[in-house]
């Protein structure tokens, strides 16, 4: 087995899950391209996100209280990055998507979005560059073409993922298992 080496203390996760998040900002929907969020809490559900204090959509967080999160396919990869490069600060990006509301007035959700999601801000914490944001899911919305068995099937959705610091968009791949069953032999056969 090869030596192991310490890469520093700049690491990210690998893959991130590449998301829009949607906020309304000035009375006009706003999208940032967002990878930094996860499920925190099963019920009720919540998520948590951390968003740099010097985007609009941080400011529109804080203003509103409420946001989208939205999972792009991946044919949507070059909207997606382009709503990441083009500042909310600087560009109006109402346009961008067309947009339908939920349960909440502002969370825009994205109507080509497989999956958008519609949050209640609920609690934050202040680091020194970014914020971290935690919701409460009001509601998810999705298409009948997306859902296998009553649930959304990740085959159907296409989702694509973030590869930090290489900067790479990467399509979901294979299935390789099961959660909380391939595990189980091992399991059983460590009760000996």
Not at 4 to 30: C, H, S, V, W, Y
Not at 47 to 53: E, I
Not at 70 to 88: E, F, Q, R, W
Request: hydrophobic fraction near 40%.
């Amino acid at each position: 087995m090869s030596e192991r080496i310490n890469i520093g203390n700049n690491a990210f996760i690998l893959p991130e899950p590449q998301t829009i998040l949607g906020t309304m900002l000035d009375g006009k929907p706003n999208f940032m391209a967002m990878a930094w969020v996860t499920r925190v809490n099963y019920d009720p559900c919540t998520m948590a996100m951390a968003v740099n204090k010097k985007h609009a959509s941080h400011r529109a967080i804080l203003e509103t209280g409420q946001y989208s999160i939205n999972i792009p396919s991946v044919d949507m990869v070059a909207v997606t990055d382009y709503a990441g490069l083009a500042s909310g600060n600087r560009t109006d990006k109402s346009g961008l998507f067309e947009v339908h509301f939920g349960e909440l007035e502002n969370a825009p959700l994205i109507r080509a979005c497989p999956l958008a999601m519609e949050f209640r801000l609920v609690e934050r914490f202040s680091m020194s560059n970014d914020t971290l944001f935690i919701g409460e899911l009001a509601a998810a919305w999705t298409e009948e073409r997306f859902l296998t068995d009553g649930h959304v099937d990740v085959e159907k959705v296409r989702p694509f993922t973030l590869t930090m610091p290489d900067n790479r968009y990467w399509a979901v791949g294979e299935q390789v298992g099961r959660a909380w069953h391939d595990g189980k032999a091992l399991r059983e056969s460590s009760k000996d």
